[in-house]
T-cell receptor
Framework: ELKVEQNPLFLSMQEGKNYTIYCNYSTTSDRLYWYRQDPGKSLESLFVLLSNGAVKQEGRLMASLDTKARLSTLHITAAVHDLSATYFCAVARNSGNTPLVFGKGTRLSVIA | GAGVSQSPRYKVAKRGQDVALRCDPISGHVSLFWYQQALGQGPEFLTYFQNEAQLDKSGLPSDRFFAERPEGSVSTLKIQRTQQEDSAVYLC?????????????FGDGTRLSIL
């Protein structure tokens, strides 16, 4: 059974600092996703990672994937308040267009 | 273009009542997924469709839960004889059939409260 673990679950960081969120998963998968969720809102897609060594960047966020270690990271550079949200990683259960297994999420608060 | 639309946004029901939640996916999206999100948790898979075919319903918590997508577009998730533990946000997502690099697009969800 595929399990997805994120850490930390809660993160409070100062504006301007850097930090990394980790996502481990238990069985092989061909896709990993990162989503952002603001309180009371739906999930917004951030990144889709397909292959070993994949790295994608958007603004202050950079995601990477190591399929051999079954590990993805979401790195935050010079955090700003607008990044405060909950971040989820999700892994495809099977090949093709299949359901996702989500981690519990990392609740990020960026404080001045 | 329009995103995934869910209705109602909020639903309050008394224990024992039946409820129906609607999902209107993005036009042209073949796959449609239902997830349940408890407070402070990640979404958990319930069931999914490819066109009108329900390919997997292994995540439905009990036989009180039923989903359909009769014409391969709009889907309805029905919960019979609701219980308090059914209180959660129900999220619908849709995706295009081709291209592994396409994410699942989520609606705003229906927040269900059972009194």
């Amino acid at each position: 059974e595929l399990k997805v673990e994120q850490n930390p679950l809660f993160l409070s960081m100062q504006e301007g600092k850097n930090y990394t969120i980790y996502c481990n998963y238990s069985t092989t998968s061909d896709r990993l996703y990162w989503y952002r969720q603001d309180p009371g809102k739906s999930l917004e897609s951030l990144f889709v990672l397909l292959s070993n060594g994949a790295v994608k960047q958007e603004g202050r966020l950079m995601a990477s994937l190591d399929t051999k270690a079954r590990l993805s990271t979401l790195h935050i550079t010079a955090a700003v308040h607008d990044l405060s949200a909950t971040y989820f990683c999700a892994v495809a259960r099977n090949s093709g267009n299949t359901p996702l297994v989500f981690g519990k999420g990392t609740r990020l608060s960026v404080i001045a | 273009g329009a995103g995934v639309s869910q209705s109602p946004r909020y639903k309050v029901a008394k224990r024992g009542q039946d409820v129906a939640l609607r999902c209107d996916p993005i036009s042209g999206h073949v796959s449609l997924f239902w997830y349940q999100q408890a407070l402070g948790q990640g979404p958990e898979f319930l069931t999914y469709f490819q066109n009108e075919a329900q390919l997997d319903k292994s995540g439905l918590p009990s036989d009180r839960f039923f989903a359909e997508r009769p014409e391969g577009s709009v889907s309805t998730l029905k919960i019979q004889r609701t219980q308090q533990e059914d209180s959660a946000v129900y999220l619908c997502a849709s995706s295009w059939a081709g291209g592994l690099n396409q994410p699942q697009h989520f609606g705003d969800g229906t927040r269900l409260s059972i009194l």
